[in-house]
């Protein structure tokens, strides 16, 4: 596969994320939700790997660099995953977890210290737990979800398409 094919997978992906963005700034600022902050950190991840991809467009790296800038995107897509996952078994879950109520996100950030902010990101809080818009019967954080794993798997593509021909390279013999 030549590398402007793996490349054009960069572009897709890069679209799809910035589709994907749209799509949460108008559902706070068209529709009014307000993100908890598990979303919030969902969004930063998704900014970060839409970013690592135009690097990886604009850059124009060979088959090596290709594959760099595919692990760095996969690890941005699977950080996802795991926060979509954990934003989705929050809302299944049967009973509330007991989790002290945190003030707006907002105000943590100017009255606590980094630590409290970064584990309200990354472990959510009550907010975290309510549903507040659905599409296809299927939550915002769900959404995420499959939306991180089909970015995992295009990254993830890139990587062993990437490996398989390094190694069909190496293999051939030189004339």
């Given at each position: 596969m030549p590398l402007v094919r793996l490349r054009s997978l960069f572009l897709l992906v890069f679209v799809a994320s910035l589709a994907i963005l749209g799509g949460t700034f108008y559902l706070e600022l068209g529709l009014?939700?307000?993100?908890?902050?598990l979303c919030l950190s969902q969004r930063i991840l998704l900014s970060v790997f839409a970013i690592i991809c135009l690097g990886a467009l604009l850059q124009r790296p060979r088959l090596r660099g290709l594959c760099?800038?595919?692990?760095?995107?996969?690890v941005c897509a699977v950080?996802?995953?795991?926060?979509?996952a954990r934003h989705v078994w929050l809302q299944s879950a049967s009973f509330v977890p007991e989790?002290?109520?945190?003030?707006?996100?907002g105000y943590l950030v100017y009255t606590r210290s980094w630590s409290q902010v970064l584990e309200a990101m990354l472990?959510?809080?009550?907010?975290?737990?309510?549903?507040?818009w659905t599409f296809m019967d299927l939550s915002v954080p769900e959404w995420s979800?499959?939306?991180?794993?089909?970015?995992?798997?295009?990254?993830?593509?890139?990587?062993?398409v990437g490996?398989?021909?390094?190694?069909?390279?190496?293999?051939?013999?030189?004339?």
């Open positions: 009014g939700l307000v993100p908890c902050p760099r800038y595919a692990a760095v995107a996969l950080l996802g995953v795991l926060l979509a989790m002290e109520c945190h003030p707006p996100l472990l959510g809080s009550p907010d975290c737990v309510r549903i507040n979800l499959l939306a991180f794993m089909g970015m995992a798997l295009s990254t993830l593509a890139v990587i062993v490996l398989r021909v390094r190694m069909a390279r190496t293999r051939m013999p030189r004339l």
